[in-house]
């Protein structure tokens, strides 16, 4: 069973519906029970990046996604702001701290090249750039939906997979052991996305990198 | 690198697809879903619902079909018309949309806009401006082609991104469903003045229409509803177009 963790950010329904597409068994809930029974967990999420972290704290879910992730060893799979919570912190409305599972921090895109809008919304190419069970079947130049206004900065090149340019290089997608995480929507990217989450389920249910 | 997005728009009216022209004389174009799951295999780079059901009685038919198109099509959906409220908000984001576009409410309650992307992200709130030209001036409409207001174009897209929109939705009402090109002037000019991207709609009525928005205006997406509803023109054709002139589309 697959875990999507509902902390109220965003539209949950769309990754629901498309792990169920690709035939992943899925149940969406934020009760701690629930959770520690998974085999799997996504933490999707759009919004800002402090409501989402007060959000996680409300519910009580840092502890125990904490512990999913570094002592069950459980899949992870972190979308959009799911992804950019696992840094130490951003700085959306001024500084917020993070999970702390990754070594980055989150910053606003800002260009003075007035053809490079912001939020950087649509669909951009991807480089691969280490292997990762996660991308099996995905390769540099397939193309994914991006929405987002901030970006996470890793200080340890070794999590990121795969990097997107917009302006400069940004990370795109990362993995740290048993934790993988995409700054686009896999729900949103048609094919190519179903096949990420394809992968996702088709994991076996823990994962020792 | 980012690709410039191809945009099928589904005008909906009482659960049909409907094309008007200068937002009159609509027609009937078909059942959304299906044409929804058409533009899906075709490759289009996201959808956008247009809901211009009078009555508020029949938005249940509305979430019925954003349902049923988000059970089955895994691209981003964008859904317009008649949103007064966040809870209207609440419930369009739950039923599968990704983005919500909003016209009047924005221009009647300016303070909605702040409010709409603090709680659901700057990235989910697009703002529809929909504008006509009256004495030679640029004025925003409201309430469809109904309500002429004070607002100019220009100002009031700048004031719709400063209050935290992530995109405008451009859509002349002069332009629409008249299949003769985009009112190139005003896109410029808006992109210009915004810094967040600017969707363009009304006026394609052939291929070059869309190259022209982009290259001659930096439009970030272009959008459509005539020419993929009454031409022989597809989406697939649209992008071997848009590639050959040199523009960056997605390959699918």
Known sequence: MIVIIDYHMGNLRSVEKA???????????NDVDVIEEADKIILPGVGAFPNGMKNLMELGL??????QILVHHKPFLGICLGMQLLAKKSYEFGECIGLGLIDAE???FSFADQSLRVPHVGWSDICV???SPFLDGIQTGDDFYFVHSYHMKNNNPKDVVATCRYGFEFTAA???????????HPEKSQEKGLRLLSQFVMLGSKVNA | MLKTRLIPTL???NGRCIKTRQFDAARDTGDPVKASKIYDAQGADELLFLDITASNERRDILFDIIQRVAEECFMPLTVGG??????????????GADKVAICSAFVENPDFVNQASRTFGVSTIIGIVTYRRVDGKDKVFIHGKETETEQNVLTWAKELEERGAGEILLYSIDHDGMMNGYDIDMIRQVTQSVSIPVIVCGGAGKLSDFVDAVQNANASAVSAGSLFHFTDQNLIKTRAHMKNAGLAVRSV
């Open chain 1, 62 to 67: 840092v502890d125990v996604l904490k512990k």
């Open chain 1, 174 to 184: 990362i993995q740290k052991d048993n934790m993988f995480a995409t700054q686009f």
């Open chain 1, 129 to 131: 750039l280490k292997e």
């Open chain 1, 106 to 108: 989150v910053v606003k």
């Open chain 1, 19 to 29: 792990v169920e597409w690709v035939g992943g068994e899925v149940i969406v809930s």
């Open chain 2, 11 to 13: 005008l909906l009216k």
């Open chain 2, 82 to 95: 008649g949103i007064r409220s966040m809870e209207d908000i609440r419930k369009i984001l739950k039923m």
